[in-house]
């Protein structure tokens, strides 16, 4: 992959330019989710149960987020730039704490649903998964996308983010079902790239994501009134959190 510019500055956010980013991001978009379903199918094969499923599919994502540091290595940045390093500036903690309130209504509304081996495998696997989705959406491709502009890279990200938990559909999801999880995914993903440019940091993204699916997982993923209310006002809460940081975002370098 060709580089476009002659330098990279190795002070600024990570920025891998590259002819043809949007194909390379599109590629890159995909190892994630071979891993994951790759792990899936083994375990479905295997007929293993809920921990052994989910640690099975834990591995996947963390031999997938290996590669990913991997790929983030023998780029031009550093991985300090692709966001491994502290989240910058006081008001991180800040725009962090409408995306806790999201946990919060998730855990009051759906409750404590399992426990015991199978509470420890959920969470390994939302930990895994987690590190494994924002080191390659908002980490890598954000970069490759970031020299296109930086509310470009954080809408091509989510929309690729979205648009692959379509496979979803493989794993015995209906088609409402996989459409209302692409929409969340997309809000989700807008909000997780917006925390990650703004704060310069993966680590905050990765403790939402990983909270967030770990509170669901917990919950059983139900779809009682309740359960339905709260992540209404959940993805409302996102859906302002977007809007606000939207319009910080824009003042940021590209």
Same mark, same amino acid.
């Given at each position: 992959?060709?580089s476009?510019?002659t ?12 002819r ?6 599109i ?7 071979f891993?994951? #379903? !790759?792990? /899936? $199918?083994a375990?479905? *094969?295997l007929?293993?149960?809920? &921990?052994? %499923?989910? @640690?099975?599919?834990? =591995?996947? #994502? !963390?031999? /997938? $987020?290996?590669?990913? *540091?991997?790929?983030?290595?023998? &780029?031009? %940045?550093? @991985?300090?730039?692709? =966001?491994?390093? !502290? ?5 991180? *903690? ?5 995306l ?9 509304t759906?409750?404590?649903?399992v426990?015991g ?13 987690a590190?494994?989705?924002?080191i390659?959406?908002r980490g ?14 954080i ?27 692409v ?10 790239a ?36 709260g ?18 975002a824009?003042?940021?370098p590209?």
């Amino acid at each position: 992959m060709s580089s476009t510019y002659t330098s990279i500055d190795s002070s600024g956010p990570a920025m891998w330019p590259v002819r043809y980013r949007w194909v390379v991001a599109i590629a890159f978009a995909f190892v994630p989710v071979f891993f994951t #379903a !790759a792990a /899936s $199918a083994a375990s479905q *094969v295997l007929q293993a149960g809920d &921990s052994t %499923a989910a @640690l099975t599919i834990a =591995g996947g #994502a !963390a031999i /997938s $987020a290996a590669l990913g *540091v991997i790929v983030m290595k023998v &780029s031009p %940045a550093s @991985l300090r730039q692709f =966001g491994f390093r !502290a989240p910058r500036g006081g008001r991180a *903690v800040l725009w962090f704490l409408p995306l806790l309130i999201t946990i919060v209504l998730v855990l009051a509304t759906q409750g404590l649903k399992v426990a015991g081996i199978v509470l420890v495998a959920y969470a390994v696997l939302t930990l895994c998964v987690a590190v494994n989705e924002e080191i390659w959406f908002r980490g890598i491709i954000i970069a490759v996308l970031r020299g296109a502009g930086v509310r470009v890279a954080i809408i091509g990200s989510s929309v690729m983010f979205a648009v692959l938990h379509l496979a979803n559909l493989a794993g015995g999801q209906t088609i409402p079902e996989a459409i209302l999880q692409v929409v969340f995914a997309a809000l989700f993903g807008v909000a997780a790239a917006e925390l990650t440019v703004l704060t310069g940091s993966l680590w905050p993204a990765i403790l939402w994501h990983a909270v967030w699916d770990f509170a669901n997982y917990i919950g059983g993923n139900t779809t009682s009134s309740a359960a339905l209310v709260g992540i209404g006002i959940a993805c409302a809460v996102i859906l302002a959190y977007v809007l606000v940081m939207w319009r910080a975002a824009n003042h940021l370098p590209s």
